[in-house]
């Protein structure tokens, strides 16, 4: 059972006499807008992560001296069996999510009353409020909780770490099956019910994200959404997608031309875009901080720009001037787990860098072994970014006019992958083709 390993993860971090109970409140099922329509439910991750459960209407209390678990199950009548389905029996809850002590949900009140604690420990001021409703005289606290938690999730157990290996080894098969499959003249959604196809018909019922299927110029809108444009001859496809593993996400990104062949302009932005990517890769290991990876990889790019002619000038200068994020607008990677943006990037005291382009880096903390992380580098030509730079003489100097304009409808191109950090370096996760050759065996046209 992972989530009774971080119970006793979590309450190391308290001081071995502290008195006091930690409460946490489960999700509950959302509607849409006014109406009975239920959004698919799915637990809040550090819920999911201390107990175990993931259905709707659960509280939990956890004794911080004793460890004791309590579990609090919602009470459901013959009408919910109606509408739902069968009601757990008590000895299936207990079989299942193994507390120490399982009450009704209406009973937490009588619980707290009864065991007074000097101090409940909560995870944000909602939920603190909701305690407060119970009983104004409780002495409730919200700053320790959610850093704790957050410094737990960070560093994987091994059971967590098996969890994302498994959604890692279906994402692969689902990825690789695009890529077979991608044919000019399929609409994005085709791609992405083949995609979705894989993910379900190796177990995995539920996205991590909402995933990026973007033909041609819509693979340069970094959160491209809407899915449904066809995909023509000479683009590129670019597919970000994921599915989660027992809540656990993958999250992988490739870039391919829709005929199954690069074109030259293709070809070598594409390479230049691995590169950042393996580079970076080899460099991943415990005490790196991400953020060094993150200007390694922007010098990598602007070097690789410039030997194909688009920028020009002294690499120190264009680093200095930030062309990097006129091609490289957002962060190298992100933490992975519960959450596809998982939580811990900044620990308490540490602020982003104002700066373009790292400004939304993720993560930015020295890598321990236990953290996973992804890598993405990408290029785009996104004409907002790259019109007025064109306009602006002091970053108009460092770009070759002539050749951008004429990429502004190249699109983008993206390279994820998703590694855990070990003790003497990494262990990449993903298993996808990413050299051009293999994407052009495998698509058929070489
Ligand atoms: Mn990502």
């Known amino acids: ?81 109606v509408w739902h389905g069968r009601i757990k029996p008590d000895s299936e809850i207990m079989d299942l999510y193994k507390p120490d002590i399982l009450h009704r949900d209406h009973e937490l009140l009588t619980l707290l009353n009864q065991l007074n604690p000097q101090v ?7 939920q603190a409020e909701y305690v407060e409703d119970l009983n104004r005289d409780f002495t409730v606290e919200t700053e320790t909780l959610i850093d704790a938690i957050t410094y737990c999730r960070c560093i994987k157990t091994d059971p967590e770490l098996d969890k994302m290996r498994e959604a890692a080894r279906i994402n692969n098969i689902a990825h690789i099956e695009v890529m077979k499959a991608l044919k000019t003249g399929m609409y994005e959604y085709e791609t992405k019910a083949i995609f979705d196809y894989h993910q379900k018909k190796n177990g995995l019922l539920r996205h991590a994200y909402s995933g990026i299927h973007a033909g041609g110029v819509n693979s340069a809108i970094l959160h491209y959404t809407e899915n449904n444009q066809l995909i023509k001859d000479g683009d590129l496809y670019l597919i970000d997608a994921g599915y989660e593993f027992e809540g656990y996400a993958s999250d992988v990104t490739r ?62 200068e264009m680093m200095e001037n930030n062309i990097f994020a006129l091609f490289f607008p957002h962060g190298l990677g992100h933490f992975l787990g519960l959450d596809t943006h998982d939580v811990g990037g900044y620990p308490k005291g540490v602020d982003r860098i104002d700066r373009p382009g790292i ?27 790259l019109k007025p730079a064109l306009e602006n003489s002091e970053q108009a100097r460092f ?3 002539e050749k951008i304009e004429k990429l502004l409808d190249f699109g983008g191109i993206r390279i994820e992958d998703n590694l855990v950090i070990t003790e003497d370096g990494y262990e990449n996760l993903t298993d996808v083709p990413k ?3 293999d994407i052009e065996v495998l698509m058929g046209s070489s």
């Open 399 to 401: 770009l070759n006019a």
């Open 255 to 316: 870039t391919y031309p829709a005929n199954g062949r690069f074109t030259g302009d293709q070809a070598a932005i594409y390479q230049v875009v691995l590169d950042a990517l393996n580079r970076s890769i080899e460099l991943v290991k415990p005490g790196v901080r991400m953020e060094e990876l993150h200007m390694g990889a922007c010098r990598i790019i602007l070097q690789g720009l410039k030997e194909f002619g688009i920028v020009k000038g002294n690499i120190d």
């Open 435 to 437: 050299e051009i050759k």
């Open 120 to 126: 409940i420990y909560c995870l944000n001021e909602e």
């Open 1 to 81: 059972m992972s989530a009774k390993l971080h119970r006793e993860k979590l309450l190391s971090l308290f001081d071995e006499n502290q008195e006091g109970f930690i409460y946490l409140k489960g999700a509950e099922i959302m509607y849409r807008y006014g109406t009975d329509y239920e959004i698919p439910f799915r637990q809040e991750s550090n819920f999911w992560y201390l107990t175990g459960v993931n259905e709707p209407d659960y509280h939990a209390l956890i004794d911080i001296k004793t460890t004791e678990f309590h579990l609090f199950a919602p009470a459901r009548d013959a009408q919910y069996a």
């Open 359 to 385: 400004r939304f880096l993720r993560v930015r903390r020295e890598l321990l072994p236990g953290m996973v992380i992804t890598i993405e580098p990408g290029i785009y030509f996104i004409p907002a970014l």
